[in-house]
């Protein structure tokens, strides 16, 4: 079993401040982050929309915070250890 599918199949301890997570098929549990990040990345995207700011840039502060708020989840830590040894 390589490392990254070692941590994608539902460790318990994949993501400790985020309570519900969300099963999708091939890819594992996923969390589902608090209401409040959910209405920052909705804020993100209808500046987008609107085009106060460019997506590209929306896209980028999102996986930001997204990446920062997951620093401590052990998927993000298993993806990184199976793209270091590919």
């Known amino acids: ?3 990254l599918t070692r941590y994608l199949n539902g ?3 994949t993501v ?3 309570g519900r997570r969300v099963r999708i ?3 594992g549990e996923v969390a589902v982050p608090p209401p409040d990040r959910i209405a920052y990345y909705a804020g993100l995207g209808l500046l987008a929309t609107l085009q106060i700011i460019e997506w590209p840039l ?3 502060i999102t ?3 997204f990446l920062s708020d997951q620093h401590f989840s052990v998927l993000v830590k298993g993806v990184g250890e199976a793209f270091e040894s590919a």
């Open 58 to 60: 929306a896209l980028a």
């Open 11 to 13: 460790v318990p301890e």
């Open 63 to 65: 996986a930001g915070h």
């Open 25 to 27: 098929p091939k890819v």
């Open 1 to 3: 079993m390589s490392t």
């Open 16 to 18: 400790r401040g985020y």
